[in-house]
């Protein structure tokens, strides 16, 4: 595998809590790796410290083979590497196109920035609804919505946290096709979610965490029979008795 983005001993912890201990694990150039355990097991810690959200106690995050432990979130951003948030964060006041066009506008001209939002608006089949408040967008819209910022910035990797929580089985769907087709543009892509359905249909290979720790990882179908992660889910997480 060729790494776009290698995790080397990442840890964190908040207080007492070892949030992130000592995990390690690649995305490859072109690769939808599902990031899955259960609750409080680490995974948006693991997606913080990746974005330069949080700086690690210890460990390495090298994006194409170099060591980013210096870069904040900005400019993590602007190197290439976006993520969406649990909730999704639209730009209240600003239409769907100006949401996207705003973005595009911090590295390209006004013409090119146009442009580049009709195609990405295009893309994220929001095409119809680019004049519309992001405030009144459906829930999945506006999901798509904030992809559709992040491919403003150009990415090469991102990070999609829980994109299918709160949606119904035809928009699941419709987001399951959109991710996809993200990930054939070109783009390798970080999928945390634990809508397993989704996860089956959509990871090339799979990494488990479990109270912090890399429990295991490997081919979806395969992971997904672990005894030991079948142990983890059962055992509910961090967060349940
Ligand atoms: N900012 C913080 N301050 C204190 N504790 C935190 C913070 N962020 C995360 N934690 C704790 O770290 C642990 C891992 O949390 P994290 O959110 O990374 O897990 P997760 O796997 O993403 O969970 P979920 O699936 O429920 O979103 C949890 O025990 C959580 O309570």
């Not at 390798?188 to 089956?200: G, L, N, Q, R, T």
Request: overall charge neutral; hydrophobic content about 40%.
């Amino acid at each position: 595998m060729d790494p776009i983005l290698e995790i080397r001993h990442l840890s964190k912890a908040f207080g007492g809590i070892k949030a992130v201990n000592d995990v390690s694990f690649c995305l490859g150039k072109g690769e939808l790796l599902g990031l899955i355990g259960p609750n409080g097991s680490g995974k948006s810690t693991c997606v913080n410290l990746i974005s330069g959200a949080y700086i690690p106690d210890s460990g390495q995050v090298l994006f194409c083979g170099k060591d980013i432990q210096g870069s904040n979130i900005c400019q993590r951003a602007r190197m290439g590497i976006g993520r969406t948030f649990q909730t999704p964060k639209p730009f209240n006041g600003l239409t769907v196109y100006d949401s996207v066009y705003t973005v595009a506008l911090q590295s390209c001209a006004y013409k090119e920035a146009a442009d580049k939002t009709e195609e990405i608006l295009e893309m994220m089949e929001l095409a119809d609804l680019s004049r519309m408040f992001c405030e009144k967008l459906p829930i999945e819209k506006r999901k798509w919505l904030d992809m559709a910022r992040i491919l403003a910035n150009d990415p090469k990797v991102i990070m999609l946290d829980e994109v299918m929580a709160g949606l119904n089985p035809a928009e699941m769907e419709e987001s399951i096709r959109l991710v996809r087709k993200l990930n054939e543009s070109g783009i390798s892509i970080i999928f945390i979610e634990h809508v397993m359905k989704a996860v089956i249909k959509l990871s090339h290979r799979l990494v488990v965490l479990n109270e912090g720790k890399l429990l295991c990882g490997g081919d979806p179908e395969e992971v997904m029979r672990n005894e030991s992660v079948i142990k983890a889910y059962l055992g509910g997480g961090r967060h349940r008795a």
